[in-house]
């Protein structure tokens, strides 16, 4: 299992960055994706982004395409978040996720992709 410990959420105006950190620990070296998720009040979980761990590709869901980049730091077991541009809609509880098996798929966009999660950490854009 790998634990995970999201941090870095907060208030800010629209327009406005933040960057989200979540450290992993434990089995970190069963990680082949990382993935960001976001919950919303009264929403169903959204695909935010994702990263191979070891070859650092990453992918992204439309609503923030060109928007929020996702960076690791492998030796310090650290996913990122770099979020600019913010908009209200973008107001949600941030999970990062695990997941520790290899699969057939290119992209791992649902939540049942993934593993293990972390707490989330609640991101508030104001208008």
């Known amino acids: 299992q790998v634990q995970l410990v999201e941090s870095g959420g907060g208030l800010v105006q629209a327009g406005g960055s933040l960057r989200l950190s979540c450290a992993a620990s434990?089995?970190?070296?069963?990680?082949?994706?990382m993935g960001w998720i976001r919950q919303a009040p009264g929403k169903e979980r959204e695909f935010v982004g994702a990263?191979?761990?070891?070859?650092?590709?990453?992918y992204y869901g439309d609503s923030v395409k060109g928007r929020f980049t996702i960076s690791r730091d492998n030796a310090k077991n650290t996913l990122y978040l770099q979020m600019i541009s913010l908009k209200p809609e973008d107001t949600a509880v941030y999970y990062c996720?695990?997941?520790?098996?290899?699969?057939?798929?290119?992209?791992?966009?649902?939540?049942?992709?993934?593993?293990?999660w972390g707490q989330g950490t609640q991101v508030t854009v104001s208008s």
């Open positions: 996720a695990a997941r520790r098996t290899i699969g057939s798929s290119t992209y791992y966009v649902h939540s049942d992709d993934y593993q293990d």
């Open positions: 990263i191979n761990w070891s070859s650092g590709n990453t």
């Open positions: 434990g089995r970190t070296l069963n990680i082949y994706v």
